[in-house]
């Protein structure tokens, strides 16, 4: 899927999925989380966090920011919460905790996945950079989840080699 061959299991991954009904035991599937899990693990990325969290701008911005400042995760993936109803609040927990936003990722992300799904507009994802960790929101269906991750995988080792300083620009 991606060009992430050789940086295979030197960067981990924290998996947060946002849902309401999933934090209280009410969907005991978290498709999506599984969905990320699935397609980085076969890229080699190392999953070492995974939680379902109610969508809460609390107990989203704690959990984004100790699993940031552990310096033991690279890339955490939030999946939910993004779009435009009352309770969405991944966006706001992820901006107030950034040192950097990278909106150009998510800006891409709702380009490319809305000449498929034309909702996919309504999407507030944020990306960005916590000490040294990137955050990148996701939607919340299981099928926003793949079609993202297909599109940005291919830049993602890229990324994260500039993050930790081991790749520079060429003139």
Do not use: Y
């Amino acid at each position: 899927m991606s060009n992430t061959n050789k940086i295979k299991n030197e960067f981990q991954i924290g998996i947060l999925t946002i849902s309401d009904s999933g934090s209280k035991g009410e969907r005991p599937i978290d498709v999506s989380g599984d969905t990320i899990s699935k397609i980085c693990t076969s890229e080699g990325f190392v999953e070492i966090f995974r939680e379902i969290v109610a969508d809460d701008i609390t107990e989203i911005r704690n959990l984004l920011s100790k699993w940031a400042d552990s310096k033991k995760v690279n890339v955490i993936f939030t999946t939910g919460g993004t779009g435009i109803s009352p309770r969405d609040n991944t966006p706001e927990a992820t901006k107030s905790i950034l040192d950097i936003e990278i909106p150009g990722i998510s800006e891409f992300m709702r380009m490319k996945t809305s000449e498929i799904t034309p909702t996919a507009i309504l999407s507030r994802s944020v990306t960005g950079i916590r000490n040294d960790c990137l955050i990148i929101n996701l939607p919340g269906s299981p099928k926003g989840v793949q079609e993202c991750l297909e599109i940005i995988l291919p830049t993602l080792g890229h990324a994260l080699e500039m993050i930790k300083g081991q790749k520079t620009h060429k003139e």
